[in-house]
């Protein structure tokens, strides 16, 4: 099993460029999110799915869109990027919700809005 | 708010100490409380989950204790190696998900 994958490993946007950061996880999990990543905040919960077809906001959802069509994919959608977009993004999945069960994380996506 | 508050940013300690992570949490009571370790340039990766109606919990040398009536959790690691350094993360959950900022833990030989 490959786990969680995400893509790229690296970004760097000019402010109002749109993009879609890829995740991607083969252990059959329902429950999917995004977290961002901050120095001295910890993860921040972005947008979660607990299964195809079913998304919630987080924490911080604002400028940041997600769809769930299938299972194992759990695209994270920047609309119009902003500085304070910059920052390192983890997708996660698990067998049941996120705060009862295991999350397995991705390596991450290094964004860089300038 | 809720907020979560790990102890220090950072806690040093000589091998073969047992290092002490302090977690601590306002103004909500969640149901289970996870702690992660993350490397630099990785993602973080689960080492235990507790209830709120168990005290404490072990797995090898990691030991986790949950008060829900002081609102803290506390994260033993004994017999600390270098290979044990890293930051770890405490989250703990109720009906959402939400972390700690972590402790960077550096063991010295």
């Known amino acids: 099993n490959a786990g969680v994958t995400q893509t790229p490993e690296f970004q760097v946007l000019k402010t109002g460029q749109s993009m879609t950061l890829q995740c991607a996880q083969d252990?059959?999990?329902?429950?999917m999110s995004w977290y961002r990543q901050d120095p001295g905040m910890g993860l921040r919960l972005i947008h979660y799915?607990?299964?195809?077809?079913?998304?919630d906001q987080g924490e911080v959802p604002n400028g940041y869109n997600v769809s769930r069509s299938t299972t194992e994919d759990f695209p994270l959608r920047l609309l119009s990027a902003a500085p304070s977009q910059t920052s390192v993004y983890f997708c996660a999945s698990s067998y049941g919700t996120g705060w009862t069960d295991t999350q397995y994380f991705g390596p991450g996506t290094r964004l860089t809005v300038l | 708010s809720q907020k979560i508050e790990q102890n220090s940013e950072a806690l040093n300690i000589q091998e073969g100490k047992t290092a002490t992570l302090t977690c601590n949490y306002t103004?909500?009571?969640?149901?289970?409380l996870q702690w992660y370790r993350q490397d630099p340039g990785r993602g973080p990766v689960f080492l235990l989950l507790?209830?709120?109606?168990?005290k404490e919990k072990r797995k090898e040398r990691l030991k986790v204790t949950f008060d829900t009536t002081l609102k803290q959790s506390l994260f033993h690691i004994t017999a600390s190696q270098p290979a044990d350094s890293a930051t770890y993360l405490c989250?703990?959950?109720?009906?959402?998900?939400?972390f700690g900022a972590g402790t960077r833990l550096t063991v010295k030989p």
């Open positions: 252990m059959n999990h329902e429950y």
């Open positions: 799915s607990v299964g195809a077809g079913i998304t």
């Open positions: 103004n909500y009571s969640p149901a289970y």
């Open positions: 507790i209830r709120e109606n168990e």
């Open positions: 989250a703990p959950g109720g009906n959402d998900m939400r």
